[in-house]
């Protein structure tokens, strides 16, 4: 299995407040990726990251940002959490994009209440 | 914009029985596609992917998949489904220039005993 790991695994928090999920990996993979999963869609890509300090919008980006400092390790952070944000969060990373299978953490459970 | 549909939210076969998943897609060009199946509270592993070339793939766990480019589909097969299939499973489609995956909304398979 591919070297990624998410923290925390589980998080309850409330309305207004600041979250921050990370990943983790150990592959040294240029690109990592974080998606969130709610029934009936899918999986819809947040935010993305080809490169140190190089992070780009996914298909819904609003009301999240995120950070990357070195290359082990994609943070996405909640700015003022929402409940239309509890969700199934997961980061994802891959060698070359496009070409290389996207390999996927395990997940986090965020409930907002 | 590309999109991935898949039909059927959920399918229930017998164990023993053939299963196809259907997935079609659009994309402005030949796209690269990919099956991953998520088992109950996990991640999503990779259970095969076309590029190019041949246009039936072998995948793992006993799976196939046929693209074709005609129908503008990537339907999955199997010939005989196991009580571990049970699953989720998504149809993805990869930009062949950029990074962005496209997640079909995915297919419950229940397997009756």
């Known amino acids: 299995d591919a070297g990624i790991t998410q923290s925390p695994r589980h998080k309850v928090t409330e309305t207004g407040t600041p979250v921050t999920l990370r990943c983790h990996q150990t592959e040294n993979h240029r690109y990592m990726y974080w998606y969130r999963q709610d029934p009936g869609h899918g999986l819809r890509l947040i935010h993305y990251s080809y490169g140190v300090k190089d992070t780009d919008k996914g298909e819904v980006s609003d009301g999240y940002s995120v950070s990357r400092s070195k290359t082990e390790d994609f943070l996405l952070t909640l700015e003022s959490a929402t409940s239309s944000q509890t969700s199934v969060y997961f980061c994802?990373?891959?060698?070359?994009?496009?070409?290389?299978?996207?390999?996927f953490g395990p997940g986090t459970r965020l409930l907002v209440l | 914009a590309q999109s991935v549909t898949q039909p059927d939210i959920h399918i229930t076969v017998s164990e023993g029985a053939s299963l196809e998943l259907r997935c079609n897609y659009s994309y402005g060009a030949t796209p690269y596609l990919f099956w991953y199946v998520q088992s109950p509270g996990q991640g999503l592993q990779l259970l095969l992917k076309?590029?190019?070339?041949?246009?039936l793939v072998q995948g793992i766990k006993g799976f196939e998949a046929e693209f074709k480019r005609s129908q503008s589909s990537f339907n999955l097969r199997k010939p005989s489904v196991h009580w571990s299939d049970a699953a989720e499973y998504f149809c993805v489609l990869v930009e062949t220039s950029g990074s962005r995956l496209t997640f079909g909304e995915g297919t419950q398979l229940t397997v009756n005993p």
């Open positions: 076309y590029f190019s070339g041949d246009t």
């Open positions: 994802a990373i891959a060698g070359l994009a496009g070409q290389e299978t996207q390999y």
